[in-house]
């Protein structure tokens, strides 16, 4: 997995300084009691603002204040609503590692499989920022586990490559595929034999990988390690 350029900024989007709608300028101050008059005086909970579509619950959600998110949904802010990046809100706090905000979500129903404009879920976000906690609550809540991106990566990949192991092996012994092909062909040990990352291939051994896999180069994950001279990670595959 050589790009992650996929990767897209949430919280960029929440507090962006182009939106002056009176709503989302309360829920950024975390303004409580303003929120809750300009609720009541009117406001729509679920009106997209600017260019990025940007939602209350959005908002509020990258905020981390869960009050704010209660409400809000409390007066009928729609959990699923997608922005023009087809991110929702549970993507934003899957990200940020606000646990209780997931839970909230999910207990209202939030699709924890919904795919932003990258193919990328909640739980690729997750993984990829090391929440570990989050990724628990989300498989726990039939998130697919193989949800495969843009790029054909899956959590499972993004956590190798992050060298977040413990979500590694967490989805491993969930049944997520240790032998994904990326669009270049490449499994996850093999982004471990190009990091050097020893742990990370004692890691997949375990679960026995298939080594003859070749990349779009031709290599498989040992002509890797040799090629980048990472000696404990040839020392580990000659010896399978």
Known sequence: MKTKSIFIALSLLAFSSVYSQKLIKAIEAQNFEK?????????????KQGEYELTPLFAASGTGNLKLV???????????TQLKSKSTALHMVAQEGFISIADLL?????????????????????ARNGKLDIVKMLVENEAEVDAIAADHSTPFCIAVSRNYLDIAE?????GANINNLD????????????????????????????????????????QIAKEKGNAEVIKLLENI
């Not at 949904?73 to 729609?78: D, E, F, L, Q």
């Not at 999910?106 to 997750?126: M, V």
Request: proline residues 4%; charged residues 20%; glycine residues 6%.
């Open 106 to 126: 999910l207990k209202n129903k939030a699709n924890p499989n919904l795919k932003d404009i990258n193919g990328w879920t909640p739980l690729t976000f997750a």
């Open 70 to 80: 209660e409400l809000l949904i409390n007066k009928g802010a729609n959990v699923n």
């Open 183 to 222: 669009s270049d062909n490449e499994t996850p040990i093999m982004y471990c034999a190009q990091a050097g990352n020893v742990k990370g291939v004692q890691l997949l051994l375990q679960y026995k990988p298939d080594l003859t896999i070749k990349n779009k180069d031709g290599k498989t994950a040992l």
């Open 170 to 174: 967490f989805l491993a012994q969930k």
């Open 35 to 47: 929120v809750a008059s300009l609720i009541e005086k009117g406001e729509n909970v679920n009106k």
